[in-house]
């Protein structure tokens, strides 16, 4: 006779497994993000930035030389991992961090050779984001940005579960 190396009293029910491969907001939002990162890294790779390096350039390109917790709150990104990122975009050459008005604080901006390799960026981003939008279709694609700004939205708000998990 095997044992099982799970107590019966443990089992999880296979119907449920089933719902957390198919029916699990996370699960599917990380799958449909990783294939549109895959299809944007492709397209931004000949000017060498990244899908997830691109709105860090493009945010502080819009609002100027800003401070880590507003660009933080701005791409909703946790400061250790927005400290890393910039740390690569720092060691690049596109953006510098200098200290801000308080000196408790430090303020990123854009470099000449950021810009550059943000202009650069635009048409292919273009591409690619036509491509998203064909495969989509128009108004789906209308209705899935808005539907995910309307989540975004909500998920920020007090006392929801990721504005909990942001303060860590």
């Known amino acids: ?35 549109l990162s ?55 050459g596109w953006v510098r961090t200098i200290a801000g008005a308080d000196l408790r604080t430090r303020e990123i901006s854009l470099t000449p050779r950021g810009q550059d390799v943000l202009r650069r960026a635009v048409p292919l981003w273009d591409n690619a984001q036509a491509r998203a939008t064909a495969i989509l279709g128009e108004a789906r694609a209308e209705r899935l940005l808005a539907d995910l700004a309307t989540t975004v939205d909500q998920m920020k708000k007090p006392g929801r579960a990721s504005a909990g998990a942001r303060q860590r």
């Open 1 to 35: 006779m095997t044992r099982s190396p799970v107590p019966a009293t443990a089992r999880i029910e296979p119907a449920k497994l089933r719902e957390m491969t198919t029916q699990c907001a996370c699960l599917n939002a990380r799958k449909v993000a990783r294939l």
């Open 38 to 92: 895959q299809s944007y890294d492709a397209a931004l790779r000949p000017v060498g930035i990244r899908s997830t390096q691109l709105p860090l350039l493009a945010t502080i390109g819009l609002r100027g030389p800003l401070a880590l917790t507003e660009l933080a709150d701005a791409v909703v990104i946790d400061r250790t991992t927005l400290t890393r990122s910039l740390a690569l975009l720092e060691r690049k």
